[in-house]
């Protein structure tokens, strides 16, 4: 008589399902980071920022050129969290649209591999 392999095929997928949760809100949460630093590129951008940055590519490129988002905090404009919020969830509306549209072409892509 051959012996049987048992597993607990349950908790393995119940492992994989909170992985990829992990992994869905790890990418959430730094969509999130990523737009409200576009928000604060384009606030710097709009309140001339370059100007008093330090850092030499963005007042040679006339526009927040970096990830550090220096001039943010050097500007006397401020701009209220409340303000800001509501570009904020835009921006971060067009990420994960973005994300989305390429999910799709990329499942288009992959099927019309299948096909030939």
């Known amino acids: 008589m051959a012996k049987t392999l048992i597993w607990d095929a349950a908790f393995l997928r119940e492992r994989e399902r909170d992985a990829q949760e992990q992994a869905n809100q790890a990418q959430f949460e730094a969509d999130w980071e990523e737009a409200d630093a576009r928000f604060s590129r384009e606030f710097s951008d709009t309140n001339n920022g370059f100007r008093l940055c330090p850092l030499r590519a963005c007042r040679r490129a006339r526009r927040c050129a970096s990830d550090e988002l220096l ?16 570009r904020i969830e835009e921006i971060y509306a067009e990420i994960q649209e973005q994300r989305r549209d390429d999910a799709e072409a990329q499942a288009a892509e992959e099927s019309a591999d299948d096909v030939f």
């Open 71 to 86: 001039c943010v905090d050097l500007l006397p404009a401020k701009c209220p969290h409340a303000a800001a919020q509501p």
